[in-house]
């Protein structure tokens, strides 16, 4: 698989980008920069570490997720590295739902991710997880209390698009076997 790392967790925030992406790097211990770019739906921050980046942004414009509709916040953590012997989707899901479970956790904050369960014809089939602190923890409990519960849980499936060079190259041969005959 020729694929880079992409863990992506989003969350819910009322505090602004500036603030909320300051806890954030804060909890993942790694100090970020502000920039701007379209594709991250305008301004964000960014910090890079031990072999991978992170980026932190705005759940709109360009970079709005309609399955993390609820959501303010997203956070993509991506690979520096690939391998082709390296199949990255077996790590994605567990790293997921790490950051996924450590940002509720540190920053009192519900927080959602996607993890691929299946890839077929058709599309992809993904398990939609929401995570938030668990309200009753203290410190002083034992290790086996939940530090964090799964709110939601939910099979999202996101088919294919279609490729339009695609449908255009099986229409201009639909027309030439139509005109041989």
Known sequence: MLLELDVAVFLKSSDDLDRTAERVFGVLGSA??????????????????????????????????????????????????????????????????????????ELNAETATMILLETNEEGETFEFRAFRRNPQYRVDQSPTTPKVFVIEEREVVIPFEEDDDEGAWEEADAEGEESEV
């Not at 709109?60 to 690979?79: H, K, R, T, V």
């Open 32 to 105: 970020s920069q502000r920039g701007s770019d379209p594709e991250w739906g305008g301004d964000h921050y960014a910090a890079s570490g031990l072999g991978f980046r992170a980026i932190f942004f705005s759940n709109s414009g360009n970079a709005f997720d309609p399955e993390f509709e609820g959501y303010q916040y997203g956070l993509e953590i991506l690979s520096n590295f690939w391998c082709v012997e390296l199949d990255t989707v077996d790590l994605e899901g567990p790293l997921s739902e790490y950051y996924a479970r450590e940002i509720a956790f």
